[in-house]
């Protein structure tokens, strides 16, 4: 019985030792706290580029596909400038999903921002070019679901197409996709974890420098694990009453 509060005596002293020196000492922990500002920071904005980028993406390729004989048929600058805008979306969305992250990440910061050290406005701006590929598709297939009714009372309401598109399809088709939105929101929340390939400390990396500075692993990645999880456990918890929510409203 001695031997097993021993070991539990010294069990308790190493941790306490090990806590001490990877979290308190130096205020080590406020790296993890300015990392984690950092990770969320990166994560919001590239959220509003991809969102941005991928509503635009989204409603020339729908556009394309409801309206391509239709057009072809007319001819003329429109249906030109339509299958122009239409191929370099389709040239962005194979390029961005067919490559890895990681690489766009370096590419946007050693090549296109070769001379930027902003590593957080570069970070942003490569996920978010990342996210809106994902988001485009996301929202096509919402403005697809939405019925070939709504254009014609939008139509009918006096609305030209794009007004109509702003102003009664993209609305229903974001409520449509909105819970799949929030699951890319997830997913980018844990790609960010990679910004440190290019400088940047977000947590992940404040996680790695503590482990490097101390010689212990354990901690201070565990630490890290711990906070993501805790992170997309609340997001998902949140995702999963928006769904219950949306499905009431359906009713």
Same mark, same amino acid.
């Given at each position: 019985?001695?031997?097993?509060?021993?070991?539990?005596?010294?069990?308790?002293?190493?941790?306490?030792?090990?806590?001490?020196?990877?979290?308190i000492?130096?205020?080590?922990?406020?790296?993890?706290?300015?990392?984690?500002?950092?990770?969320?920071?990166?994560? @919001?904005?590239?959220?509003?580029?991809?969102?941005?980028?991928?509503?635009?993406?989204?409603?020339?390729?729908?556009?394309?596909?409801?309206?391509?004989?239709?057009?072809?048929?007319?001819?003329?600058?429109?249906?030109?400038?339509?299958?122009? @805008?239409?191929?370099?979306?389709?040239?962005y969305?194979?390029?961005?999903?067919?490559? &890895?992250?990681?690489?766009?990440?370096?590419?946007?910061?050693?090549i296109?921002?070769?001379?930027? !050290?902003?590593?957080?406005?570069?970070?942003?701006?490569?996920f978010?070019? /990342?996210?809106?590929a994902?988001?485009?598709?996301?929202?096509?297939?919402?403005?697809?679901?939405v019925? /070939?009714?709504?254009?014609?009372?939008?139509?009918?309401?006096?609305?030209? $197409?794009?007004?109509?598109?702003?102003?009664v399809?993209?609305?229903?088709? @974001?409520?449509?996709?909105? &819970?799949?939105?929030?699951?890319?929101?997830?997913?980018?929340?844990?790609?960010?974890?990679?910004?440190? $390939?290019?400088?940047?400390i977000?947590?992940?990396?404040?996680?790695?420098?503590? !482990?490097? !500075?101390? @010689?212990?692993? $354990?901690?201070?990645?565990?630490?890290?694990?711990?906070?993501?999880?805790?992170?997309?456990?609340?997001?998902?918890?949140?995702?999963? !009453?928006?769904?219950?929510?949306?499905?009431?409203s359906?009713?």
């Open positions: 019985m001695e031997s097993i509060k021993t070991w539990f005596v010294n069990l308790w002293s190493d941790f306490s030792a090990d806590f001490y020196t990877n979290f000492k130096s205020d080590r922990w406020y790296s993890l706290l300015k990392g984690l500002g950092s990770t969320l920071q990166i994560t @919001f904005f590239a959220l509003l580029i991809g969102l941005m980028l991928g509503i635009i993406v989204a409603a020339v390729r729908s556009t394309y596909d409801k309206n391509k004989e239709t057009m072809k048929k007319r001819g003329g600058t429109g249906w030109h400038l339509l299958n122009f @805008f239409n191929s370099v979306c389709n040239i969305l194979t390029v961005i999903r067919g490559t &890895p992250v990681t690489v766009q990440l370096m590419i946007f910061f050693f296109i921002f070769a001379g930027s !050290r902003n590593g957080i406005m570069v970070a942003t701006i490569a978010g070019f /990342n996210s809106g994902y988001v485009a598709e996301i929202f096509r297939s919402g403005i697809l679901s019925d /070939n009714g709504q254009f014609e009372a939008g139509r009918s309401l006096g609305f030209n $197409y794009l007004q109509t598109m702003i102003y399809i993209i609305p229903q088709a @974001f409520k449509a996709v909105l &819970p799949t939105l929030c699951n890319e929101f997830i997913v980018l929340l844990k790609e960010t974890s990679i910004a440190g $390939y290019v400088g940047v977000d947590l992940t990396k404040a996680g790695d420098i503590i !482990r490097g !500075r101390t @010689f212990s692993a $354990y901690m201070p990645l565990i630490a890290v694990a711990l906070v993501y999880l805790v992170m997309v456990m609340i997001l998902t918890a949140l995702v999963r !009453r928006l769904e219950r929510r949306l499905r009431k359906e009713r």
